[in-house]
C-alpha cells in the first residue's frame, strides 16, 4: 500500500506569508495526487488534482507542484480564511490513502 | 447545487451493527462512483469504501472489509454503508464523497469532489 507522509505537522504563520507544504509518497505515483482543506467542524472542501490543476473557485493563491514521489501545496499570501487543516491524497491505486495532515495556524 | 445528505449514524455497542445512507441530489448520480471517508475524532481522514457508477466495482479498506458493505441504489439516488462487528476504532464522522475523475496518459485520477456533512457513529459499551 503507498503511504503518504506530510511535513510540517503544523505549521504558524501570518497573514500575507507565503507557505509551503509537503507530501511524500512512499512510492512514486506519477501525478496522482490531490489536495484538501479542511476548517473545524466542517467536512474537507476539494482544491487541487492531478498535483497541480487547480479546482474551479479555488483562489489563485493556491498552486500544487510534483511528481513521482514529492509534491508541493503554496499559498502565495495567506489570508485569514485560510487556516485550516491541509490534506493530501493519492488517487493512484486501492487503498486510496491520505496524509496525516498539516495544521496551519496563525501566528 | 451538488449535496449529499448522509443519515443513520448514532450510538451503538463494541459487536453492534449500523446502516448508513446517503441520498444525492443536484447531478445524475448514476453517471458517478461514490465513496465514503471517515474521521475519528480529532484525528485525520481515512478512506474507508469506493463504488463504481454501476456498482460492479467495490473497494474496500483493510480495516474495514469482511466487516463493511458499501451499495447503491441509482433508482434512489442513494448510497449505503451497512457496517457490522463495529468496533471502538470505528468510531468516527463518516462521510458520503461524490467523486471526480480527469485521466492522466489513459489512467483514470480518481479525486473526492463533493461531501456531505457527515453522520457521527459512536461505538461505545
Known amino acids: 500500500d503507498i503511504q503518504l507522509t506530510q511535513s510540517p505537522s503544523s505549521l504558524s504563520a501570518s497573514v500575507g506569508d507565503r507557505v509551503t507544504i509537503t507530501c511524500r509518497a512512499s512510492?512514486?505515483?506519477?501525478?496522482?495526487l490531490n489536495w484538501y482543506q479542511q476548517k473545524p467542524g466542517k467536512g474537507p472542501k476539494f482544491l487541487i488534482y492531478?498535483?497541480?490543476s487547480l479546482e474551479s473557485g479555488v483562489p489563485s493563491r493556491f498552486s500544487g507542484s510534483g511528481s513521482g514521489t514529492d509534491f508541493t501545496l503554496t499559498i502565495s499570501s495567506l489570508q485569514p480564511e485560510d487556516f485550516a487543516t491541509y490534506y493530501c491524497?493519492?488517487?493512484?491505486?486501492?487503498?486510496?490513502?491520505f496524509g496525516q495532515g498539516t495544521k496551519l495556524e496563525i501566528k | 447545487e451538488v449535496q449529499l445528505v448522509e443519515s443513520g449514524g448514532g450510538l451503538v455497542q463494541p459487536g453492534g451493527s449500523l446502516r448508513l445512507s446517503c441520498v444525492a441530489s443536484?447531478?445524475?448520480?448514476?453517471?458517478?462512483?461514490v465513496t465514503w471517508v471517515r474521521q475519528a475524532p480529532g484525528k485525520g481522514l481515512e478512506w474507508v469504501s469506493y463504488?463504481?457508477?454501476?456498482?460492479?466495482?467495490?473497494n474496500y479498506a483493510e480495516s474495514v472489509k469482511g466487516r463493511f458493505t458499501s451499495s447503491r441504489d441509482n433508482a434512489r439516488n442513494s448510497l449505503y454503508l451497512q457496517m457490522s462487528s463495529l468496533r471502538d476504532e470505528d468510531t468516527a464522522v463518516y462521510y458520503c464523497?461524490?467523486?471526480?475523475?480527469?485521466?492522466?496518459?489513459?489512467?483514470?485520477?480518481?479525486?473526492?469532489?463533493?461531501w456531505g456533512q457527515g453522520t457521527l457513529v459512536t461505538v461505545s459499551s
Open positions: 443536484g447531478f445524475t448520480f448514476s453517471s458517478y462512483s
Open positions: 464523497v461524490r467523486d471526480g475523475a480527469t485521466w492522466i496518459r489513459g489512467v483514470p485520477l480518481r479525486y473526492f469532489q463533493h
Open positions: 492531478a498535483a497541480s
Open positions: 491524497q493519492q488517487g493512484f491505486s486501492f487503498p486510496y490513502a
Open positions: 512510492q512514486s505515483i506519477s501525478t496522482f
Open positions: 463504488i463504481s457508477s454501476r456498482g460492479d466495482t467495490i
